[in-house]
Protein backbone atom coordinates (compact mmCIF):
# COMPACT_ATOMS: atom_id res chain seq x y z
CA UNK A 1 0.00 0.00 0.00
CA UNK A 2 2.62 2.55 0.45
CA UNK A 3 3.84 2.50 -2.87
CA UNK A 4 0.63 3.36 -4.07
CA UNK A 5 0.63 6.45 -1.61
CA UNK A 6 4.61 7.51 -2.35
CA UNK A 7 4.81 7.33 -5.91
CA UNK A 8 2.10 10.07 -6.30
CA UNK A 9 3.46 12.36 -3.73
CA UNK A 10 6.86 11.86 -5.30
CA UNK A 11 5.71 12.62 -8.82
CA UNK A 12 3.77 15.88 -7.37
CA UNK A 13 6.68 17.38 -5.79
CA UNK A 14 9.22 16.30 -8.59
CA UNK A 15 6.60 18.42 -11.03
CA UNK A 16 5.90 21.13 -9.12
CA UNK A 17 9.44 21.68 -8.02
CA UNK A 18 12.10 23.13 -10.01
CA UNK A 19 11.59 25.54 -12.99
CA UNK A 20 12.55 23.15 -15.86
CA UNK A 21 10.31 20.91 -14.63
CA UNK A 22 11.61 16.76 -13.57
CA UNK A 23 11.55 15.63 -17.08
CA UNK A 24 14.05 18.15 -18.48
CA UNK A 25 16.46 17.51 -15.29
CA UNK A 26 16.47 13.83 -15.16
CA UNK A 27 17.87 11.24 -13.51
CA UNK A 28 21.02 9.92 -13.07
CA UNK A 29 21.24 6.06 -13.51
CA UNK A 30 24.07 3.46 -13.93
CA UNK A 31 23.25 1.36 -17.02
CA UNK A 32 26.09 -1.49 -18.61
CA UNK A 33 28.89 0.33 -16.85
CA UNK A 34 27.80 3.68 -18.71
CA UNK A 35 26.18 6.70 -16.76
CA UNK A 36 23.27 8.22 -17.87
CA UNK A 37 20.97 11.42 -17.39
CA UNK A 38 17.56 9.64 -18.41
CA UNK A 39 15.42 12.71 -19.48
CA UNK A 40 13.51 14.64 -22.51
CA UNK A 41 15.90 15.83 -25.21
CA UNK A 42 15.11 18.13 -27.76
CA UNK A 43 17.25 19.61 -30.13
CA UNK A 44 17.33 23.64 -30.18
CA UNK A 45 16.60 23.59 -33.73
CA UNK A 46 13.14 22.64 -32.34
CA UNK A 47 12.02 24.46 -29.87
CA UNK A 48 10.93 27.21 -31.97
CA UNK A 49 8.79 24.90 -33.93
CA UNK A 50 4.78 26.39 -33.55
CA UNK A 51 2.55 23.87 -32.32
CA UNK A 52 -0.56 23.97 -34.70
CA UNK A 53 -2.08 21.53 -36.98
CA UNK A 54 0.41 22.77 -40.24
CA UNK A 55 3.43 21.51 -38.67
CA UNK A 56 1.91 18.58 -36.79
CA UNK A 57 -0.67 16.68 -39.05
CA UNK A 58 0.50 17.61 -42.44
CA UNK A 59 -0.09 14.09 -44.33
CA UNK A 60 2.71 11.72 -42.63
CA UNK A 61 2.13 14.43 -39.41
CA UNK A 62 5.79 16.31 -39.78
CA UNK A 63 5.49 19.10 -41.73
CA UNK A 64 8.31 19.19 -44.94
CA UNK A 65 9.59 22.60 -42.95
CA UNK A 66 10.47 20.81 -39.46
CA UNK A 67 13.87 20.02 -39.12
CA UNK A 68 15.11 16.34 -39.40
CA UNK A 69 16.26 16.84 -35.90
CA UNK A 70 13.29 17.19 -34.68
CA UNK A 71 11.10 14.14 -36.23
CA UNK A 72 11.05 10.42 -36.32
CA UNK A 73 9.19 8.17 -38.22
CA UNK A 74 7.63 4.70 -36.50
CA UNK A 75 6.20 1.63 -37.81
CA UNK A 76 2.31 1.51 -36.78
CA UNK A 77 0.86 -1.72 -38.61
CA UNK A 78 2.46 -3.87 -36.59
CA UNK A 79 0.60 -5.92 -33.23
CA UNK A 80 -2.27 -5.47 -31.48
CA UNK A 81 -3.40 -2.11 -29.27
CA UNK A 82 -2.92 -3.61 -25.69
CA UNK A 83 -5.71 -2.15 -22.80
CA UNK A 84 -4.98 0.41 -20.63
CA UNK A 85 -5.66 -1.79 -18.15
CA UNK A 86 -4.31 -5.33 -17.44
CA UNK A 87 -5.66 -6.04 -14.06
CA UNK A 88 -7.91 -4.23 -11.36
CA UNK A 89 -4.57 -3.82 -9.07
CA UNK A 90 -2.09 -3.33 -11.31
CA UNK A 91 -0.93 0.35 -12.39
CA UNK A 92 0.00 1.97 -16.21
CA UNK A 93 2.64 4.43 -16.24
CA UNK A 94 3.71 6.96 -18.63
CA UNK A 95 6.65 8.21 -18.62
CA UNK A 96 7.25 10.71 -16.17
CA UNK A 97 5.63 7.69 -13.87
CA UNK A 98 8.23 5.99 -14.71
CA UNK A 99 10.99 8.38 -14.44
CA UNK A 100 9.70 8.86 -10.66
CA UNK A 101 9.99 5.19 -10.33
CA UNK A 102 14.08 5.11 -11.79
CA UNK A 103 14.81 7.71 -9.62
CA UNK A 104 13.69 6.37 -6.13
CA UNK A 105 15.00 2.33 -7.95
CA UNK A 106 18.40 4.11 -7.47
CA UNK A 107 18.04 3.57 -3.31
CA UNK A 108 15.49 1.41 -3.68
CA UNK A 109 17.12 -2.17 -4.36
CA UNK A 110 13.94 -3.90 -3.96
CA UNK A 111 12.41 -2.22 -7.77
CA UNK A 112 13.17 -3.38 -10.79
CA UNK A 113 12.80 -2.19 -14.18
CA UNK A 114 12.36 -5.17 -16.59
CA UNK A 115 12.77 -5.11 -20.58
CA UNK A 116 10.85 -8.32 -21.24
CA UNK A 117 11.59 -8.13 -25.05
CA UNK A 118 14.50 -10.78 -26.30
CA UNK A 119 18.13 -10.36 -25.80
CA UNK A 120 18.43 -8.77 -29.29
CA UNK A 121 16.05 -6.19 -28.73
CA UNK A 122 17.33 -5.59 -25.70
CA UNK A 123 21.12 -5.14 -26.80
CA UNK A 124 19.99 -2.89 -29.45
CA UNK A 125 18.38 -0.35 -27.55
CA UNK A 126 16.73 0.03 -24.18
CA UNK A 127 15.83 2.17 -21.55
CA UNK A 128 19.21 3.01 -19.38
CA UNK A 129 19.05 1.18 -16.09
CA UNK A 130 16.56 -1.57 -17.22
CA UNK A 131 17.87 -5.26 -16.88
CA UNK A 132 16.12 -7.73 -19.31
CA UNK A 133 14.23 -10.56 -18.31
CA UNK A 134 12.56 -12.13 -22.12
CA UNK A 135 8.77 -13.11 -21.53
CA UNK A 136 9.18 -16.65 -22.94
CA UNK A 137 10.54 -17.38 -19.74
CA UNK A 138 7.80 -16.78 -17.66
CA UNK A 139 5.38 -17.29 -20.63
CA UNK A 140 7.33 -21.06 -21.60
CA UNK A 141 8.50 -21.63 -17.88
CA UNK A 142 8.72 -25.50 -18.82
CA UNK A 143 10.82 -24.97 -21.64
CA UNK A 144 13.16 -22.65 -19.61
CA UNK A 145 12.81 -23.99 -16.20
CA UNK A 146 16.69 -22.61 -15.19
CA UNK A 147 16.00 -19.00 -16.17
CA UNK A 148 12.51 -19.00 -14.64
CA UNK A 149 13.88 -20.08 -11.68
CA UNK A 150 17.08 -17.99 -11.38
CA UNK A 151 14.46 -15.16 -12.56
CA UNK A 152 12.19 -15.51 -9.74
CA UNK A 153 15.14 -15.48 -7.09
CA UNK A 154 16.37 -12.15 -8.56
CA UNK A 155 12.93 -10.44 -7.99
CA UNK A 156 13.24 -11.97 -4.57
CA UNK A 157 10.36 -14.87 -4.64
CA UNK A 158 11.46 -18.17 -2.98
CA UNK A 159 10.13 -21.70 -2.54
CA UNK A 160 9.13 -22.93 0.78
CA UNK A 161 9.61 -25.72 2.05
CA UNK A 162 6.05 -27.01 0.72
CA UNK A 163 7.56 -26.05 -3.13
CA UNK A 164 5.01 -23.20 -3.30
CA UNK A 165 6.49 -19.97 -4.29
CA UNK A 166 6.87 -17.19 -1.30
CA UNK A 167 6.46 -14.00 -2.60
CA UNK A 168 6.25 -12.23 0.94
CA UNK A 169 9.74 -10.71 -0.07
CA UNK A 170 8.86 -10.00 -3.55
CA UNK A 171 10.18 -6.91 -5.34
CA UNK A 172 8.38 -4.31 -7.32
CA UNK A 173 8.91 -4.74 -11.19
CA UNK A 174 7.91 -2.38 -14.11
CA UNK A 175 7.71 -3.70 -17.05
CA UNK A 176 7.50 -2.60 -20.53
CA UNK A 177 8.56 -4.04 -24.86
CA UNK A 178 8.31 -2.20 -28.27
CA UNK A 179 5.05 -0.38 -27.54
CA UNK A 180 1.34 0.03 -26.86
CA UNK A 181 0.65 -2.38 -29.66
CA UNK A 182 3.54 -5.23 -28.55
CA UNK A 183 1.98 -8.22 -26.42
CA UNK A 184 5.26 -9.00 -24.80
CA UNK A 185 5.07 -7.07 -21.33
CA UNK A 186 1.30 -8.30 -21.06
CA UNK A 187 2.32 -11.94 -21.76
CA UNK A 188 5.20 -11.78 -19.04
CA UNK A 189 2.86 -10.05 -16.46
CA UNK A 190 0.15 -12.62 -17.27
CA UNK A 191 2.39 -14.76 -16.34
CA UNK A 192 3.47 -13.44 -13.73
CA UNK A 193 -0.28 -13.05 -12.24
CA UNK A 194 -0.80 -16.87 -12.79
CA UNK A 195 2.00 -18.39 -10.73
CA UNK A 196 0.97 -15.77 -7.96
CA UNK A 197 2.94 -12.33 -7.88
CA UNK A 198 1.17 -9.73 -6.35
CA UNK A 199 -0.06 -7.87 -8.93
CA UNK A 200 0.00 -4.27 -6.46
CA UNK A 201 4.17 -4.96 -6.84
CA UNK A 202 3.96 -5.28 -10.90
CA UNK A 203 3.52 -2.00 -12.68
CA UNK A 204 3.57 -1.52 -16.50
CA UNK A 205 4.52 1.10 -18.99
CA UNK A 206 2.17 0.53 -21.74
CA UNK A 207 4.12 3.02 -24.23
CA UNK A 208 7.04 1.26 -24.28
CA UNK A 209 10.30 1.52 -26.49
CA UNK A 210 8.13 3.59 -29.03
CA UNK A 211 6.28 5.89 -26.52
CA UNK A 212 9.76 6.27 -25.04
CA UNK A 213 11.38 7.10 -28.17
CA UNK A 214 8.56 9.62 -29.45
CA UNK A 215 9.01 11.44 -26.73
CA UNK A 216 12.28 12.23 -26.89
CA UNK A 217 13.82 10.52 -23.63
CA UNK A 218 16.77 8.88 -23.35
CA UNK A 219 17.90 5.86 -24.60
CA UNK A 220 20.85 3.61 -24.68
CA UNK A 221 21.41 4.49 -28.36
CA UNK A 222 21.91 7.20 -29.60
Known amino acids: MQAFIFIPLLLSTLLLGGTKGFEYTGVKVKSKGKTYIVKRIIPKECKNIPINNEMLWTGNFANNKVPGACKSTYVHTKGKLQPMHLDEDLETYGELEV ?124
Not at 104 to 133: C, F, H, V
Not at 134 to 155: C, D, G, I, Q, S
Open 99 to 222: LVFMKEMQENKNMLLIDSRKKSWYTYRTIPGAINMPFVYFKERENYEFHFEYALKYMGVIKDKDGEYDFSHAKTLLLFCNGPWCSQSPTMIYALLEIGYPPEKLKWYRGGMQDWLGAGMTSTRK
